[in-house]
């Protein structure tokens, strides 16, 4: 067994560190999937379908959705901004506000929802200053967007810093010698060099908005049709004992985000691929 | 946009001037750069400083003044109230119970991963991930659906007495299961980059393969060790989403702190809920701060470990 599997064989101990890791991801994540894909396979088609096609089931998945998209466009541009001045630029406190960066992923999410939201309602810090602009941020869909920019932001950032340090002045410099102006260096020759890590960032914070829910249900106000995302609306279907709508939902949830992730995989092993040909 | 350059009249990045090569080649920072690149870079940092000041230090502060909004007695009040203590319990037992199942799992398979090649390790590495494409509430759907009562296996526990679903035992999988690919993640890229030289030379020198992993792997890894402990412990704290779904929300029992938080919260006793939501943030700060502090040391792990290259060094 032992030699058949590794090709080198000269350390011990792959037979019982491979068995007890196949045990464990076998217990925690193939099990669940084959129950829910089994209590789907034997359930009700019809039914599934039908949930599928109800009005509030569709409103929910294109809020999820588009929020989402939107939510992750946005962040790609201040990402892009932040990461680019965290990196390139020395000015007080910079350290700490890069140490920061990581508040959203080390923060609980309900933690932050409820932060969110007080700060935007109407009569919080920030609302306050955008009623008069007639810009409702909290219990609207706005306030989703915003929710999920703030889960969103520490994946674009940290997947462009080390992208931003890797490159060179000099090729800037080189395009400035050859006479391209600020605009021109930065369109032609550092936004393609950074454009892999940029959409990297922002698909990861898209397939994470996806499915977020912590930070989002406080925000969102939560009216059916409305501001009610899909996540919740999976929450809502087990409360309502529908287990079959509930699992519906989240496949194609899944089957969503998954796709997202494996798209940016596939792009990302061209552009390596594409690189290793070109130094090479 | 273009125009001709020439030798001695190099035009940098928005440095629209005149300027001698050799300070073009010191970088573009600095000396009498065109106002307007200033003014630019100026902008960029003031835009970005209020970015994150609104997005990330007033959250910060908010939890903080409502927390105290009544005072330190209500906020001291609030923190000690059995039900709070019962889900501060909760919280610390979960975090505990997911990060010992997650740090063997982890060892485990960066050992199997990280040191060993074979065929299937790419699809393993990525199912090791699939945790993170997954949303926190489907995350506590398939607990619910393999264990819950409607299930097969669930109606066995039943008859056996074993409640998983809106129990302990749920919340300690979801949380392990929302966490599962933190520690792993850490270690294999690690024990990938480190190589196999020195254990292979310890097992030459007739150690076994706990002795191996012990004094050789260990050490080696040890910062990328805590730093995925780290990572995973502030993440198992606040998980709310897988945990919400499997908990049942039965107070003082099955709420963690985060649940403890939106219960408060849907209730409108907004200072009891900021001033638990004050002890979750207090966490993250800290693992933050270690993360931090850790990162340096971090580094040095992250280094091949070759022998050969040591010894190109040495003349």
Same mark, same amino acid.
């Given at each position: ?12 101990? @792959? ?15 193939? @099990? ?27 409103? =929910? ?85 915003? $929710? ?31 006479? %391209? ?91 390596? %691929? ?7 | 946009?273009? &125009? ?72 001291? $009040? ?5 039900? /709070? ?31 060993? &090649? ?85 097992? @030459? ?70 001033? =638990? /939501?004050? @002890? ?21 792990? &992250? ?13």
């Amino acid at each position: 067994m032992h030699s058949r599997f590794s090709n080198r064989g000269a350390l011990p101990g @792959l037979g019982l560190s491979l068995g007890i890791t196949l045990a464990y991801l076998g217990v925690m994540l193939l @099990l669940p999937w084959a129950a829910l894909a089994g209590f789907l396979a034997s359930g009700d088609w019809r039914a599934i379908g039908s949930t599928l096609r109800e009005p509030r089931v569709w409103a =929910a998945i294109r809020l999820s959705f588009s929020t989402a998209l939107i939510a992750a466009l946005l962040t790609a541009v201040m990402g892009f901004l932040t990461a680019w001045v965290l990196v390139r630029y020395r000015f007080p406190f910079r350290r700490w506000l890069d140490g920061l960066i990581d508040l959203p992923f080390a923060l609980p999410t309900a933690v932050s929802g409820i932060a969110l939201t007080t700060l935007f309602a109407p009569n919080g810090w920030i609302g306050r200053m955008l009623e008069p602009l007639g810009v409702q941020a909290a219990y609207t869909p706005l306030g989703i967007v915003i $929710a999920l920019m703030f889960i969103g932001l520490p994946f674009v950032v940290r997947t462009l810093q080390p992208a931003i340090e890797d490159l060179d002045p000099a090729m800037e410099e080189a395009a400035a010698c050859l006479g %391209a102006g600020p605009w021109a260096t930065f369109r032609r020759v550092v936004f393609p060099s950074l454009f892999p890590a940029l959409l990297t960032g922002a698909t990861l914070a898209f397939a994470r908005g996806l499915g977020e829910y912590g930070s989002v249900i406080f925000i969102a106000g939560n009216l059916p049709m409305k501001t009610e995302i899909a996540p919740l609306l999976i929450v809502i279907k087990l409360e309502e004992y529908d287990y079959q709508g509930a699992a519906a939902l989240a496949v194609l949830m899944s089957l969503m985000s998954l796709s997202a992730l494996w798209a940016i995989n596939r792009f990302q092993a061209r552009v390596e %691929a594409f690189r290793y040909t070109e130094t090479a | 946009m273009m &125009r001709p350059p020439t030798v001695e009249n190099r035009p940098l990045i928005g440095d629209r001037g005149a300027r001698p090569l050799r300070k073009a080649a010191s970088g573009s920072r600095g000396t009498g750069a065109d106002s307007g690149v200033r003014l630019l870079r100026a902008a960029a940092i003031a835009v970005v400083v209020g970015f994150l000041a609104t997005f990330l230090i007033l959250p910060l502060a908010v939890v903080f003044r409502e927390a105290l909004r009544h005072g330190w007695r209500a906020y001291v $009040a609030a923190i000690t109230e059995p039900e /709070a203590l019962a889900a501060v319990r909760l919280t610390l037992c979960a975090t505990v119970a997911a990060l010992l199942l997650n740090t063997v799992f982890g060892l485990f398979a960066a050992w199997c991963l990280g040191k060993h &090649r074979f065929r299937g390790r790419n699809l393993l590495l990525s199912l090791i991930d699939l945790p993170y494409a997954v949303s926190p509430v489907v995350a506590g759907l398939l607990l619910v659906m393999l264990f819950g009562r409607h299930s097969w296996l669930g109606g066995i526990l039943a008859q056996w007495g074993i409640e998983i679903i809106f129990a302990v035992p749920g919340i300690i999988l979801a949380t392990a299961f929302v966490t599962l690919p933190m520690i792993a993640r850490e270690l294999i890229p690690i024990m990938e980059a480190q190589g196999t030289e020195e254990e292979e030379a310890a097992r @030459l020198l007739g150690a076994n393969g706990f002795q191996i992993f012990w004094h050789v792997t260990l050490p080696n890894i040890r910062w990328a060790l805590l730093y995925g402990i780290v990572l995973c412990t502030a993440r198992a704290m606040g998980e709310f989403g897988a945990v919400s779904v499997v908990s049942g929300h039965i107070r003082g029992s099955t709420t963690t702190l985060p649940l403890h938080v939106e219960i408060l919260y849907n209730e409108y006793r907004f200072s009891a809920a900021f001033a =638990a /939501a004050s @002890l979750l943030t207090i966490a993250a700060l800290v693992s933050l701060i270690s993360k931090r502090v850790m990162e340096r040391a971090y580094e040095q792990d &992250r280094r091949p470990h070759k022998i050969q290259s040591r010894r190109k060094n040495t003349p």
